[in-house]
């Protein structure tokens, strides 16, 4: 596919209303939208924008931003940024130069993850064989405002003490293996499908073991407070 052909096709895409015939004229918007077409409520993203002309080309040209869902979003029209307001809602964002406007673009919105708060017990005993497994390690994942549960977001638990010299050295594990389990988080912001520390078969498990549960922001490393907190797991052999 050639330029021209490309520039044109450009166009349709982004439902260009005229096409210019001079090498200065925009045809085409080009939207890159934040990774994963998300933001967090409070959190900020940037939108960027490509303008080309009729051989497909970028050229210069000012880029200005819109959208009608300002309940949902705030966004800056002439730099693209974004920041998240309302949470579990989608809003849509549009680029415009020289008279050509794009395809809208639709972000969501997800509720800011406030605090990771461990269910009691914190301290949970597997008895004396043949009792092979924990109670369920429950955390709950919670935003402040509006309280309320979050869903969909990763928990990362893992096992901390004992420390094996290798993965085929454990002598306990989580039921789905291993000394590490991520689990998403369901409608009440806890596992949606239960956490359990258990022994591995043939060995001879510890006194106790440390599993400590995390979470972090929807966007980037950032721990949600509360990440960090600990059950201990006691057996009884």
Known sequence: ??????????????????????????????????????????????????????????IPAVVRWATPD?????????????????????????????????????????????????VPPDTVRVDALPANTSPPLVARLEALSPPSPVAG???????????????????????????????LTNASGEPTTPVTLTRVTGKVSPDSAIVEVRATRHRGTQPVPGSGQRWIVRFTN
């Open 70 to 118: 300002t309940l949902n979003i705030a966004l800056d029209s002439v730099t693209g940024q974004v920041v998240g307001k309302l949470g579990g809602t989608q809003a849509r964002v549009q680029a415009s130069s020289q008279g050509m406007v794009a395809q809208p673009d639709v972000i969501s919105v997800v509720v800011t993850a406030d605090t990771l708060i461990l």
């Open 1 to 58: 596919m050639n330029r021209r052909v490309a520039a044109f096709a450009l166009c349709a895409l982004a439902a260009c209303s005229d096409v210019g015939s001079s090498p200065d004229s925009v045809i085409a918007i080009q939207v890159t939208p934040p990774p994963g077409g998300v933001v967090e409520v409070g959190d900020t993203v940037q939108y960027t924008a490509v303008t080309l002309n009729q051989n497909g080309d970028p």
């Open 153 to 183: 977001r990763p928990l990362y638990y893992a096992v901390v003490e004992p420390v094996f010299a290798t993965d085929t050295s454990r002598t306990v594990e989580f039921s789905s293996g291993g000394l590490a389990d991520t689990v």
